[in-house]
């Protein structure tokens, strides 16, 4: 079964950092596109931070300069590295990912997601 699982999240206080991990089964991270996207309450889902098919990474504007996404492609695994925390962060964290299977066809991928609280 294919399937990705989150961890990492939860309450800190602003300033503080979260480092977050997204574990994938049953795929193999054979792409360069992944990343991980958050969406608060009454807003969208929007990017945090990617790869693209070349291998870059980009980021939110929001983000920038204080969250780092970092893969092991040997563990199959996704990281965001989060510093320097605001409440504004606050927003459930969800990874994505793109991989391609013996037949060739890709399939996108995500995770059940992640509570992030920035709260004093």
């Known amino acids: 079964q294919v399937h990705l699982v989150e961890s990492g999240g939860g309450l800190v206080q602003p300033g503080g950092s979260l480092r977050l991990s997204c574990a994938g089964s049953?795929?193999?991270?054979?792409?360069?596109?992944m990343g991980w996207y958050r969406q608060a309450p009454g807003k969208e889902r929007e990017l945090v931070a990617g790869?693209?098919?070349?291998?870059?990474?980009n980021y939110a504007d929001s983000v920038k300069g204080r969250f780092t996404i970092s893969r092991d492609s040997a563990k199959n695994t996704l990281y965001l590295q989060m510093n320097s925390l605001k409440p504004e962060d606050t927003a459930v964290y969800y990874c994505n990912v793109w991989w391609r299977d013996n037949y060739g066809t890709t399939y996108r991928e995500w995770g059940q997601g992640t509570q992030v609280t920035i709260s004093s």
């Open positions: 790869f693209n098919s070349g291998g870059s990474t």
């Open positions: 049953g795929m193999i991270f054979n792409t360069n596109i």
